[in-house]
Nanobody, 121 residues
Framework: QVQLVESGGGLVQPGGSLRLSCAAPTNIFSINAMGWYRQAPGKQRELVAS???????NYADSLKGRFNMSRDTVKNTVFLQMNSLQPEDTAVYYC???????????????WGQGTQVTVSS
């Protein structure tokens, strides 16, 4: 069973920063990409950012310049650096990973349990 372990959420004041991390198991065959979605109360889940294991990144247009995603391919961990946070960034942030667990299984998406980010004074 592939489990993603998220950390780094919490409460931050407007203008502040947070760094989220998401770790996938290291005993898997391959990772194609990992990323983050978020879901605010009463809203649909939306893409925040993603990164391929080759290093290509993709960001929601509204977040470019404030959020930065990186990865550690040895530890199978991704990081989301969030700067200049605003109340509208308040949401549950979900990590996902497109993983091929073994040589004999197909790739599929796996999801973390979500971590709450609250931006408030």
């Amino acid at each position: 069973q592939v489990q993603l372990v998220e950390s780094g959420g919490g409460l931050v004041q407007p203008g502040g920063s947070l760094r989220l991390s998401c770790a996938a198991p290291t005993n898997i065959f391959s990772i194609n990409a990992m990323g983050w979605y978020r879901q605010a109360p009463g809203k649909q889940r939306e893409l925040v950012a993603s990164i391929t294991w080759g290093g290509s990144t993709n960001y929601a247009d509204s977040l470019k310049g404030r959020f930065n995603m990186s990865r550690d391919t040895v530890k199978n961990t991704v990081f989301l650096q969030m700067n200049s946070l605003q109340p509208e960034d308040t949401a549950v942030y979900y990590c996902y990973a497109d993983i091929r667990p073994t040589l004999w299984t197909s790739s599929r998406a796996y999801w973390g349990q979500g971590t709450q980010v609250t931006v408030s004074s």
